[in-house]
């Protein structure tokens, strides 16, 4: 059984830093590009970063270039978003994803992702 596990989600102020991780099991995580999705109450799900398979490669959302990194760790299992900068519009419900490949130019589109966590809770103020 697959599952995604985020952490790191909390409350900071406006130009502050968190990290979000995520824990993969159930998977060939190595094998599996990654990805993180976030979505604020009454808008639509959006990408923001994917990472390939051995972390050669990253996509970013215009609106999050720049202020966070995504990375991983395929000895742990483990994926990485590191937010600097976080602005009030961050405020979102913030997902891991999991896929066995990204198609170019597919990688931020919410239907490429076969696995979702629950989810964390970002909240900037």
């Known amino acids: 059984q697959v599952q995604l596990v985020e952490s790191g989600g909390g409350s900071v102020q406006a130009g502050g830093s968190l990290r979000l991780s995520c824990a993969a099991s159930?998977?060939?995580?190595?094998?599996?590009?990654m990805g993180w999705f976030r979505q604020a109450p009454g808008k639509e799900r959006e990408g923001l970063a994917s990472?390939?398979?051995?972390?050669?490669?990253?996509t970013y959302a215009d609106s999050v270039k720049g202020r966070f990194t995504i990375s991983r760790d395929n000895a742990k299992n483990i994926m990485y978003l590191q937010m600097n900068n976080l602005k009030p519009e961050d405020t979102a419900m913030y997902y891991c994803?999991?896929?066995?490949?990204?198609?170019?130019?597919?990688?931020?589109?919410?239907?490429?992702?076969?696995?979702w966590g629950q989810g964390t809770q970002v909240t900037v103020s």
């Open positions: 994803v999991a896929t066995q490949s990204c198609p170019g130019g597919s990688e931020l589109v919410a239907s490429t992702y076969t696995y």
């Open positions: 159930g998977l060939p995580y190595s094998q599996y590009c």
């Open positions: 990472i390939d398979s051995d972390g050669g490669s990253a």
